[in-house]
Every structure is written in C-alpha cells, then in structure tokens.
C-alpha cells in the first residue's frame, strides 16, 4: 500500500483526494493533509469522511516524517511547486506535482538537479496527454510524415478565462502568467507529439481585454470582490462563491484564516499577466508552430493542425459553443458549470496527399473531466499495477522543464522583444 501525503488543499486537490479514497483506495492510501490555511483541509475530510491529521504547511517535512509518506501531490499555488517538491525528495519520498512544474528557470534546475542527485521520481500532471482524441493524434501522425509545421489556437471562453483574473493566477510572479500556467499543458503536447524540445521561441502580447482595460471596452465596475458587493449584481463576470457550496467552504468560509479572496473583479487593478498572446516557437528538429492563446473568447476549446511531408492532420474540438447567461457566474468544472444550452463537438481529420480526407473516429471521449483523461492519468499515476504507456504519457521532470521553458522564454521575449534561446535559460543535456 503506498502512502500518500498531500499539500495544497484548494479545489484542484479534489481531484487527488477522491481518486485516493475511492477508486485506488485498494492500492494506495492518503495519510495526510497539509496547507497554510486549516479551513480547507477541514473540508475536504468532512466531504470525503476522512480520519487523518492535518498539518501546517510549515511543518511539512515533519509530516514526511511523522507520516511515513512515500509519494507527495503538490497542487499549492504555482510558486512554491519547487519549495515542496525539493523537500519531499530530500526527505526520501518521491513526488507528483499538478503542472506547471515550477515558475521560473532556476527553480526548475534546482528541482532536476535535486531529482538527480537523490535518484527520486517526479511526474508532472500533464492530463491532456491521456485525452483520447491526443491519444489518437499522437498514434496517426506517421500517416502525414515528417512534420514541417504545426499551427495551435486555444479559446478560453469569458467564464473559464474570465477566472484566472480573479484568484492568484493575476499576478505573473505566482503563476508565470497564462504562458507558463495554462499554455505549459498546450506545449507540453506538442513536445509529445512531435517527440521533440523547443529551442528558439519569439512571443508579442498584452493585456488587452481584463484588467484596467476593461474600463475602455465599457465592462469595468467599480468593485474589489465580487461577493456582498452592490456593484456586482448583474455582472456577467463576477463570481457567485456563496451560491457553491464546494466554492463557499474551501474560500469564501476560509477568507478568516489569510484574507485570500477568490472572486476579485477581472476588471480591477493589479492584474501582471496578459490574455492574449502569441507565440512562435522552432523546434530543435527543425519544425516550427505558430502558437495564440486568448483568454476572452465567446466559445471555449482549440484548434491544431500539423503540415507534414505526406499530408495534414487537423483537430478541432468545440468544448462549449457559447457561455449559457445561466453558468456565467460559476467555475468551469464545476456541478452545474456546462448547461444544456452549451453544446460541444470535435472532429479529427488526416488529410492525405492525392485523396480524400478521413475522419478518425476517437471512443472515450468526454465533456468531463478534460475530455476523460483525468481518470486515466490518475489510474496511471496512482497505481502500481498501471498497465504498460506505448504511448510515453507519464511526465517526468524532464518533461515538466521542456514545457515550462516554452512559456519562459515566451515571457522573455515578450519583455525583450527579441527571440530567446531556450537553452539560455536552461540547458537540459
């Protein structure tokens, strides 16, 4: 039985906690729980009925101890990633991040060097690698050769997007900004595609549509939260936390212990990240992609497509086609978050040289939980007795640093306005 301590005990850790207690509860066992804030631990053992201790996030490595634990799940705010993942190998104990791996290129080298030195395992969550429609693209893209260049738009729709400019994720130097935190997912993937490593990346963005520029597209209210706020009633882009039980207890019930405030207004000052930005990358085998992520959009999902010396390969996918007025106020994932109104498809095509186009047809697929692949990333992360991967979707901190370099130098560059070398920042071997 491998024993499991937790820390960051937000809303991601949910995911971690049921899976624990649940479906793996044969193999594996969840021991403990540690956060800065004691609400949210609290919260999750009632939700879950759980009988374990819970630990100040201070008191970290006396848990390891105390605990006996043999693998850590990091889901804290992105910053201290590398603070707990480097104590939980010198500890002994091997360690499962939520992505991105870290923020920054020297927090990553001292997380690689400490891997390598101590011989500990890391893996990354990287759960859009177990999506059956990546799957598929991973499996048919020796139909089209070898790849010339790849083209990647991702739409994060005004209630998904929206939310990253109310919690932590506004400030660049907690999360990286939407490159680091968000894109790190959509780069990883193509490093996995392509079996490939970014190494030279251009990027141009700004702020353009939250924030303080909310005043001139005529959105901005005059309000700090969202919640007890007069000004915020009817405003499609506030944060309804007492409306959501799971919302109210892990934050709103909270606030008492550290003041954090998980509803700001998007359009009030102090946002540090940009919401639309656009990236060049060229690949160290020779392939480009033109990369845009826009965190503003109507209708949420993504569109890639890979030229090859063969032919093309394009997917497609429509999460949802538009934000219902009724689910605007929620969280994205979360009970009652999709209406019925929203409607969803996805297509993946080969198109050959000299011949029609052929669909491929994907089973597995959902609208949940990132198009199903978080309960088959977890079975593979939490079970010893995980079938073989063909398709290499573990992470490792390997990976973790390829992706999250993207999204470094893609930051880089945006200050500089110059291309960067990845290898700059951090020279992997």
């Known amino acids: 039985m491998t024993r499991f301590a937790l820390v960051g005990a937000g809303s991601r850790a949910g995911m971690f906690v049921r899976a624990l207690t649940t479906d793996h509860a044969d193999v594996a066992q969840l021991v403990a729980l540690a956060d800065t804030n004691p609400a949210r631990p609290a919260v999750w053992k009632k939700r879950c009925d759980l009988d374990l201790p819970v630990y100040d996030a201070a008191d970290f490595t006396e848990m390891l101890k105390r605990e006996r634990v043999d693998v850590v799940l990091v889901t804290t705010v992105d910053r201290y990633h590398e603070k707990y993942l480097v104590a939980a190998m010198e500890a002994g104990c091997d360690a499962i991040t939520e992505k991105p791996m870290t923020t920054d290129a020297a927090s990553a080298r001292r997380i690689l060097e400490t891997q390598r030195r101590t011989g500990r395992d890391v893996r990354v969550t990287f759960n859009y690698r177990y999506n059956p429609l990546?799957?598929?693209?991973?499996?048919?893209?020796?139909?089209?050769?070898?790849?010339?260049?790849?083209?990647?738009?991702?739409?994060?729709?005004?209630?998904?997007?929206?939310?990253?400019?109310?919690?932590?994720?506004?400030?660049?130097?907690?999360?990286?900004?939407?490159?680091?935190?968000?894109?790190?997912?959509?780069?990883d993937l193509v490093n996995w595609w392509l079996d490939d490593a970014p190494d030279t990346v251009f990027a141009a963005g700004r702020l353009f549509f939250y924030g303080e520029q909310g005043r001139r597209h005529g959105y901005a209210r005059d309000y700090e939260r969202a919640h007890g706020s007069a000004a915020a009633?009817?405003?499609?882009?506030?944060?309804?936390?007492?409306?959501?039980?799971?919302?109210?207890?892990?934050?709103?019930?909270?606030?008492?212990?550290?003041?954090?405030?998980?509803?700001?207004?998007?359009?009030?000052?102090?946002?540090?990240?940009?919401?639309?930005?656009?990236?060049?990358?060229?690949?160290?085998?020779?392939?480009?992609m033109s990369y845009h992520l826009t965190a503003y959009?109507?209708?949420?999902?993504?569109?890639?497509?890979?030229?090859?010396?063969?032919?093309?390969?394009?997917?497609?996918?429509?999460?949802?086609?538009?934000?219902?007025?009724?689910?605007?106020?929620g969280v994205k994932g979360e009970p009652g978050s999709v209406s019925t109104?929203?409607?969803?498809?996805?297509?993946?095509?080969?198109?050959?040289?000299?011949?029609p186009p052929r669909e491929i047809?994907?089973?597995?697929?959902?609208?949940?939980?990132?198009?199903?692949?978080?309960?088959?990333?977890?079975?593979?992360?939490?079970?010893?007795?995980?079938?073989?991967?063909?398709?290499?979707?573990?992470?490792?901190?390997?990976?973790?640093?390829?992706?999250?370099?993207?999204g470094l130098a893609a930051n880089?560059?945006?200050?500089?306005?110059?291309?960067?070398?990845?290898?700059?920042?951090?020279?992997?071997?």
């Open 134 to 187: 990546h799957e598929a693209v991973k499996r048919e893209l020796a139909q089209i050769g070898e790849i010339g260049s790849v083209h990647f738009e991702w739409l994060l729709d005004v209630r998904h997007g929206a939310d990253y400019f109310r919690r932590w994720h506004r400030e660049k130097e907690n999360s990286g900004g939407l490159l680091v935190h968000k894109a790190g997912h959509h780069f």
């Open 233 to 288: 009633e009817g405003d499609p882009f506030a944060l309804r936390l007492a409306d959501e039980p799971a919302m109210r207890e892990l934050y709103l019930e909270a606030e008492q212990h550290d003041g954090y405030l998980r509803d700001r207004n998007v359009f009030a000052p102090g946002v540090t990240i940009e919401d639309d930005m656009a990236v060049l990358v060229r690949f160290a085998k020779g392939a480009s």
């Open 297 to 329: 959009a109507p209708w949420e999902g993504y569109r890639v497509m890979f030229n090859g010396s063969r032919g093309r390969l394009e997917l497609e996918v429509v999460e949802t086609d538009h934000v219902a007025p009724a689910a605007a106020a």
């Open 341 to 355: 109104a929203e409607r969803g498809w996805r297509r993946l095509l080969v198109r050959p040289f000299w011949a």
């Open 361 to 406: 047809e994907v089973d597995g697929y959902s609208r949940q939980g990132h198009g199903g692949a978080d309960v088959r990333m977890l079975a593979d992360l939490l079970r010893p007795d995980a079938p073989a991967d063909p398709l290499g979707r573990t992470a490792n901190a390997v990976d973790g640093a390829r992706a999250l370099l993207t």
């Open 412 to 429: 880089e560059s945006l200050a500089t306005g110059q291309a960067v070398r990845v290898q700059d920042l951090l020279e992997l071997g």
